[in-house]
């Protein structure tokens, strides 16, 4: 049973690496992750389509997170929601959704 789990799980990352994630695979469920956003962060609140499970959010995240000037990245698989922390000096929310646009998996919009 155990050997299963893991097994869904390892399988669900690996759809999500490659293909879309409406892949069978994929549906497990999904993580709301949290990290403190630093203070004196700004903080945006994005609608994130396509996330279908922890796997995805991680994607999405090492997306964000290689955007220069973000500090922290919360997600939110089951709202489909993200929140992300950065340096208003640095970036600013258009160049985070051209980042998870860019995965070609997942989109965002302003919340
Ligand atoms: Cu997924």
Known sequence: MLAF??????NSALACGDKPCS???CQVPGSTESAANPAGSTVAK????GMKCGACAEKVRAALNGV??????NL??????????????????????AAVDATGHFTASSL
Do not use: C, H, Q
Not at 5 to 10: F, G, K, Q, R
Not at 68 to 73: C, I, L, R, S
């Open 68 to 73: 220069g000037g973000v500090t922290a990245t």
């Open 76 to 97: 939110d698989v089951t709202a489909g929601t993200a929140e992300v922390g950065y340096d208003a000096a640095k970036t600013k929310v258009d160049t985070l959704i």
């Open 46 to 49: 994005l609608k994130v389509s």
């Open 23 to 25: 892949e069978a695979a």
């Open 5 to 10: 789990v893991l097994s869904a799980v390892i």
